[in-house]
């Protein structure tokens, strides 16, 4: 872990963070539905708004560096050896699979479900038999979360390199969001400054919610985002009641991470 991510990190546990270069970008929300849906007001559709508004193509896990073009992650492609009950390691979208981005939490780790080869409970049946019935998915079958945290936190880099990158936009699909401002998206610079918390909307048992968010070129730009999820980790004995609510993450895309080559020097 470098200086930039442990600063972070830091922030985030002691609330150190000031607010102090807050932009407004173009939201795009929606509620509702998987991955196919196309009807006004799904998170598909707000999804697929969003990369629309982001404009090029899905530059996948292609080397690049491109200049324009967005990545997309939906967790399905994660080998059974790096998911459940293993731990899936920070880099691996940044290097077995090249999309440019780190995932870091205070807690133990990150872990995206187990597969139905796997044998295991989907859905993070394994953490508590009940999540299964508990969350839904919007691409099928795998969901990510941290691990002994409800913070995780996502770092840009020019993809498949240790150069820090920013991007313009950054969107997820959650699920299971059920009460009103505590799963959020807070964006900082690439320098640390706090472009902004926001919240996303709230669904019903085991829907699925988008929120993504397009800084115009004029505006500071991402270098990384912390998203809460709910309102306490998952765990054994943490069930959700009408003060907890547990939320997973299915799907993220942000824009092609660009390489910031002033920040790049003293990173490794």
Not at 33 to 54: E, K, P, Q, R, V
Not at 99 to 109: A, D, F, I, Q
Not at 154 to 181: E, S
Request: hydrophobic share 45%; charged share 10%.
């Amino acid at each position: 872990m470098n200086n930039r991510q442990i600063g972070s990190l830091l922030a985030v546990a002691l609330g150190l963070a000031t607010n102090d270069a807050a932009a407004a970008p173009t939201t795009f929300t929606g509620i509702g539905g998987n991955n196919t849906s196309i009807t006004a007001g799904t998170a598909n559709a707000a999804m697929s708004a969003f990369l629309a508004a982001i404009g090029g193509a899905n530059n996948g896990s292609g080397a690049g560096p491109f200049t324009n073009g967005f990545r997309t992650i939906n967790w399905d492609g994660v080998a059974d050896a790096d998911a459940t009950p293993n731990l899936l390691p920070a880099n691996h979208f940044n290097s077995t699979s090249p999309r440019g981005v780190m995932l870091l939490t205070p807690g133990t780790g990150v872990a995206v479900s187990a597969s139905t080869a796997s044998g295991l409970p989907l859905r993070f049946g394994d953490i508590n038999a009940g999540y299964s019935s508990n969350f839904g998915v919007f691409s099928p079958q795998r969901l990510f979360a941290p691990i002994d945290s409800n913070l995780v936190q996502v770092y840009f880099y020019q993809p498949g390199t240790n150069l820090p990158a920013t991007v313009r936009g950054f969107g997820a699909i959650f699920n299971d969001v059920k009460l009103t401002n505590t799963t959020s998206m807070r964006c900082f610079g690439i320098d640390g400054a706090d472009l902004g918390t926001f919240f996303v909307p709230v669904g019903s048992s085991g829907q699925s919610e988008f929120l993504g968010l397009l800084f115009a070129t004029t505006d500071p730009l991402i270098g990384h985002v912390v998203v809460t999820l709910g309102t306490n980790a998952l765990g054994a004995s943490t069930n959700e009641s009408a003060s907890i609510d547990l939320v997973v993450m299915d799907d993220i895309s942000y824009a092609e991470p660009l390489a910031d080559l002033i920040f790049a020097d003293g990173f490794d």
